[in-house]
């Protein structure tokens, strides 16, 4: 019989700092950090390969979560590839990510990004940006949030517009946004302004979303993110579904903390919220045929490949 969400929880916080998993997680990281850098000269002298410059890239920008191994790598660059195309016949890259909290839209979405050669943009990221540099926006932001009034959508989209723009303006050929729009009304000003040529929408099953959530933990000296919870669910007539944790190393290990907010009652709370806003903005984007949907199975190794061939679908139907 499978052990109760609780139970797992509780056991993974008793075995986090002698997993070998840390361990190895460590170790790995310490190599992958070591590599010896190549400046400009190193680069242009050695005049290295294409494909050679992608897997020394990939190498110093992976962790020990990411999937990897050749097959995964011809992945990855037949999705670059893929993109270049796309981008060559005269068409943008303007890609959204939507899901559930918790599905790992950030996770995926800057992953996604760097191999399609655009910038990942977090609504979140740009709102705290203006906060912290006391922007004029920043500050009427600051200021709204400390009478606990809700940020006007004027203001969001403006921020969002003005980075689009410089993009623009600076070359990039498109973008991937994760977790905006969230309702119908953004999702009509958002297509007046640029045109979105894919909506991507990520879904996991809500008692996993709702295990993962409560698994998140983060260091509280470095930062980092770990997901504590050990997820394999078997369920009679449903796909098995398999998300190992992704636990902290040792340096980082009596070092968690948890959101306040991550318990059951409040992530269930915020999944209701969430569907009442954005299963909206799923069928906004589905009846104009931009839209397709991809059910997660697992960790980032096993999903990453099956995610990566399922963009490079996407993109050779447009």
């Not at 790995?28 to 390969?49: C, E, F, G, T």
């Not at 977090?122 to 200021?143: C, F, N, P, Q, Y």
């Not at 636990?247 to 269930?268: F, G, L, S, W, Y």
């Not at 799923?282 to 045929?289: A, L, M, Q, T, W």
């Amino acid at each position: 019989m499978n052990a109760s969400r609780s139970e797992r929880l509780a056991r993974a916080s008793r075995l986090v700092n002698v997993s070998r998993a840390s361990a190895a997680a460590g170790s790995r990281r310490a190599r992958i950090y070591n590599l010896s850098p190549l400046n400009a000269a190193d680069m242009s002298a050695r005049r290295l390969s294409a494909p050679f410059t992608r897997a020394f890239v990939r190498a110093r920008s992976s962790t020990p979560f990411d999937a990897t191994g050749a097959a995964v790598d011809a992945l990855r660059d037949e999705l670059t590839r893929t993109c270049d195309e796309v981008f060559a016949r005269g068409k943008k890259l303007n890609w959204v990510f939507l899901g559930a909290p918790g599905v790992g839209k950030g996770t995926y979405a800057s992953r996604m990004a760097k191999q399609m050669g655009i910038p990942h943009i977090s609504m979140g990221d740009l709102v705290r940006a203006e906060i912290k540099g006391e922007t004029t926006i920043g500050k009427e932001m600051k200021a709204l949030a400390a009478r606990g009034a809700l940020v006007p959508d004027a203001t969001v989209l403006e921020i969002l517009k003005r980075r689009i723009e410089r993009g623009a303006s600076e070359g990039e050929r498109g973008f991937l946004l994760d977790g905006f729009p969230r309702t119908v009304p953004q999702a009509e000003t958002l297509s007046g302004m640029i045109e979105v040529t894919q909506v991507l929408n990520l879904t996991l099953r809500e008692d996993i979303l709702v295990e993962k959530c409560c698994g998140r933990r983060e260091c509280g000296e470095c930062g980092k993110a770990f997901n504590i919870a050990d997820i394999r669910s078997e369920k009679p007539g449903e796909p098995t579904i398999v998300m190992p944790p992704l636990n902290p190393p040792e340096k980082c290990a009596h070092k968690m903390t948890q959101r306040p907010d991550d318990t059951e009652d409040v992530v269930r709370a915020r999944l209701e919220v969430y569907k009442k806003a954005t299963i909206p903005v799923e069928d906004y984007y589905r009846s104009k045929g931009l839209l397709s949907d991809f059910a997660i199975m697992g960790g980032i190794p096993e999903t990453t490949p099956t995610l990566i061939r399922h963009i490079i679908d996407a993109l050779r139907r447009t």
